[in-house]
């Protein structure tokens, strides 16, 4: 009888410094946010007095609404190109080809940069003054000045190419991992029927792919939604909030205008966000750990 | 024989279309690393030449960096905060994903859900309360509670992996060495661990590169010149405006911990995330 109830408390005992740590980075500071939104707080937290929705007034505004066009045309087409780029190299990968390891190799190795240094050298790389992207294209005429890839106009488009970069190896590594799986008696009894090519890949690949593409998808979604170092050290939010998403209004609000409570009311509404992706994310695993 | 050479040419061009792409892909990957290293080695009056092959090699940019800027410190910051990460990271996750896949308990579809939910909780809005709260423990300006926030940031990932990785050994290895007089914690050390080493291995490298890449606590919840990190001091260089060649320097140092630890995980780091997608 002890025995047994022992054997029920032990799988705690194994996850108690987990939960530990996630009452204390995840659970407590929600709970504090929480209340945040709704008070006027000083820098380090301290209560001063409850404003009700007050806080939340700056989600309606427009300079609010263009960060979330922003942010969502940053989601929208970093997603579109990692997976373009994604699937073509995974697919090129995936079967027998001389130096398939090495490629394979180097094909991954933005992902293993971390984000502040992919943003000084990319920085570096498409400086207006000496970059050497700008400098060659002057030296073969192909412009006469400079473009300015961090400036207004183009900022947008330049980090949305540089989380591209960032993000086409993870997807490379799930697909890959994927595609190992399709049976070879598929490809074959495919091949007899003549499904080759385009039709192979939309009939066969695809949707044994679809999973796949669909978890990593969604993960790549969320983190792509609260993005801050990247862009913080490429552009600030610059060039004239060109590149202002909406971790960059967060850290803003809170840090750079000392606005607690503006900042949590923002951070709450993102919370809003990713759960409705985490939600999708917990139903999916959940199943399979069902079956 | 004519089959025969068509067949051949047929794989000749599928070849070259692959090669095109990937060789494409990796020119664009390795541009900024190969213009990094390569402007690292320029004398500052030369950085307009914008050469595509190596010209100089003024190695004394480094010894400047090292000697103007607090570089030492920043590195001595970013490795206790990346193996800081790593080591917790690893011990609590295969603690976790022990129970997760040994035990059947009351809450155990919950908690998994909650570590699949933790993935998409960014640092941004966690780190805007963490700011009081450290205030109000005493735990503001210590390397602890950076390593701790980035444990929790990077704990999920391992934890299913393992989980996936543990599910897979059969049980009958572990109820033998019980048998044998193991306790059960002796059984996961002597007997799981061993063979888990592609899965262990993965859990390491991923939570090193997010210990390393840790940036937007240790900038916000630090403020002594001995935590300021890699990522932090060298974001501060690019805003005070610091000559490319030394901030390049700087970058080249700074990313070589986590390729080389790639290089050297690699074999376990593709059959680690295999075994875990495929559960």
Redesign the interface.
């Known amino acids: 009888m002890k025995l047994k109830r022992r054997k ?1 408390r ?3 005992i ?2 108690t ?2 939960i530990i ?2 009452i ?3 659970a ?3 709970v ?2 929480i209340w ?1 939104s709704f008070a006027k ?1 000083n ?4 209560f001063q007095k409850w404003v009700g929705f007050k806080n939340f007034s700056y989600i309606a505004t427009p300079e609010f609404m263009a960060t979330l066009g922003r942010t969502g045309i940053w989601v929208v087409f970093g997603l579109l190109g990692i997976f373009i ?1 994604g699937t ?2 995974a697919l ?2 995936n079967k027998p ?2 130096g398939r390891t090495f ?8 992902w ?14 498409l ?1 207006s ?4 992207i700008n ?2 294209l002057m ?1 073969l005429h192909i412009i006469d000045k400079p473009i300015g890839f961090l400036g207004v106009d183009l900022a947008l488009v330049t980090v949305i190419f540089i989380r591209i ?1 960032k993000g ?2 993870f997807l490379v ?2 697909l890959l ?2 595609l ?2 399709i049976p070879t008696e598929v490809e074959d009894a495919a091949k007899l029927d003549g499904a080759l090519g385009i039709k192979y890949f939309t009939h066969i690949t695809l949707p044994l792919l679809k999973p ?1 593409m669909v978890m990593s998808g969604t ?1 790549l979604m ?2 792509s ?2 993005i ?2 990247l862009v ?2 490429i552009t600030g939010g610059g060039p004239l909030n060109a590149t202002e998403l909406l ?1 960059i209004t ?2 803003k609000k ?2 750079v205008n000392s606005d ?1 409570g503006g ?2 009311a923002i ?1 709450l509404f ?2 809003a966000l ?2 409705i ?3 999708f ?2 139903k999916h ?2 199943k ?2 069902n079956q | 024989m004519n089959a025969k050479k068509r067949k051949t040419m047929k794989k000749t061009g599928n070849y070259i279309v692959r090669y095109f792409f990937v060789i494409i892909w990796m020119i664009i990957a390795l541009l900024p690393i190969y213009v990094a290293v390569m402007t690292s080695f320029t004398p500052f009056e030369k950085l307009g030449e914008a050469m595509i092959l190596p010209k100089y090699f003024r190695w004394e940019n480094y010894v400047e960096l090292a000697r103007q800027t607090p570089l030492w410190q920043y590195l001595a910051a970013s490795i206790i905060y990346a193996l800081g990460t790593s080591l917790f990271t690893v011990v609590i996750a295969i603690l976790a994903a022990y129970a997760l896949s040994r035990f059947k308990f009351k809450f155990k579809i919950p908690f998994l859900m909650i570590i699949v939910a933790i993935q998409v909780v960014p640092q941004i809005v966690i780190v805007t309360p963490l700011y009081g709260l450290s205030y109000s423990t005493g735990l503001y300006d210590t390397y602890i509670l950076i390593i701790i926030a980035m444990v929790a940031t990077a704990i999920a990932n391992p934890i299913l992996l393992l989980k996936g990785f543990f599910d897979s050994i059969p049980v009958t290895l572990e109820e033998a060495a019980v048998v044998d007089g193991c306790t059960r914690v002796g059984a996961l050390v002597r007997v799981i661990l061993p063979v888990s080493l592609p899965a262990v291995t993965t859990a390491f490298a991923l939570s090193f590169f997010n210990g390393w890449d840790a940036y937007l606590y240790p900038m916000i919840l630090t403020s002594s010149p001995g935590k300021v990190s890699m990522t932090v001091g060298l974001s501060r260089m690019v805003d005070i405006v610091t000559p490319w060649n030394w901030i390049m320097a700087g970058t080249v140092i700074a990313i070589i911990p986590p390729i080389l630890i790639y290089l050297m995980a690699q074999k376990y780091l593709i059959g680690g995330l295999t075994a875990g997608s495929d559960k």
Request: charged residues 5%; aromatic residues 14%; glycine residues 4%.
């Open positions: 029920g032990l799988p705690y194994y996850l410094p987990a740590v996630m204390a980075i995840f407590i500071p929600l504090n946010l945040y707080v820098l380090i937290g301290k780029v073509i190299l090129c990968l080809l001389p490629m394979r190799t180097v094909v991954i190795i933005p293993v940069i971390p984000h502040v240094f992919a943003g000084t050298m990319w920085s570096w790389v400086n003054s000496n970059g050497i400098t060659i030296n970069w086409v190896p590594m799930s991992s994927a190992q799986t796949v993960i969320a983190w939604i609260t801050f170092d913080y050290v971790s967060i850290y809170a840090f607690l900042a949590a951070a993102t919370m990713v759960s992706i985490a939600f994310l917990m695993n959940v399979e750990e």
